[in-house]
């Protein structure tokens, strides 16, 4: 789907690094502004992971202006702000 790979044995928890790997692709543009994000259901199955994980990661990309979500549509990457931010 995304491309994302989570490393079990990795000392960061799957959640960070599904938030970062997240973070990463809005930043570099492989995730585009408007671009609806998979259901949380969809990438938790995907990942071998607990939505509940997906969950806090996108509420976490969601706080840091990565991500917003829209009632009864999804989550979707903010267009703009985020990848200005990380380009100052």
């Keep these: 789907m995304l491309g ?8 960061r ?3 960070s690094q599904l938030c970062d ?3 990463a692709l809005i930043v570099s543009g492989r995730l585009e502004g408007e ?4 259901s949380t259901r ?7 992971i607990s ?6 990661a ?9 991500v917003e979500g829209r009632k009864g ?3 979707f990457v903010v267009p703009g702000s985020a990848l200005e931010r990380a380009r100052t």
């Design 73 to 75: 549509a999804g989550s």
């Design 13 to 15: 928890s799957l959640g």
């Design 51 to 56: 939505r509940t994980l997906v969950l806090e």
């Design 21 to 23: 790997q997240l973070r």
């Design 35 to 38: 671009e609806r994000l998979p």
């Design 4 to 11: 994302l790979a989570l490393d079990r044995s990795s000392t």
């Design 58 to 66: 996108f509420e976490q990309l969601e706080a840091e202006g990565y």
């Design 42 to 48: 969809e990438l938790a199955s995907e990942l071998g």
